[in-house]
């Protein structure tokens, strides 16, 4: 399995902004999708925007206008920029990488903290 690596997260005052990035330590297959999902106290893990190495995007409901994902494929490393933070996105993200031709390569990041404080 893939191994992510994932960075940027902390504590910011609603409003704020925060960049997140996710890196694999090897050799990932094309195509793929890579992205981010989150996981508040008490809920489940859910989506917050994918991008596929065809350049798709897609993002939740709740993060449109405010979130952008982008991917560099020349260094198999995706981001997130989170912008007009509020308290609600206070959750673990996580970052994925799924192979479309490969189905068990399906690779999670350990996880790092956004903190949104009001």
């Known amino acids: 399995q893939v191994q992510l690596v994932e960075s940027g997260g902390g504590l910011v005052e609603v409003g704020g902004s925060l960049r997140l990035s996710c890196a694999p330590s090897?050799?990932?297959?094309?195509?793929?999708?890579m992205g981010w999902y989150r996981q508040a106290p008490g809920k489940q893990r859910a989506l917050v925007a994918t991008?596929?190495?065809?350049?798709?995007?897609t993002y939740a409901d709740s993060v449109k206008g405010r979130f952008t994902i982008s991917r560099d494929n020349a260094k198999n490393t995706v981001y997130l920029q989170m912008n007009s933070l509020k308290p609600e996105d206070t959750a673990v993200y996580y970052c994925?990488?799924?192979?479309?031709?490969?189905?068990?390569?399906?690779?999670w990041g350990k996880g790092t903290l956004v903190t949104v404080s009001s």
């Open positions: 090897g050799s990932i297959f094309s195509p793929n999708t």
């Open positions: 994925n990488y799924r192979s479309w031709n490969y189905p068990g390569m399906d690779s």
């Open positions: 991008v596929t190495s065809l350049g798709s995007i």
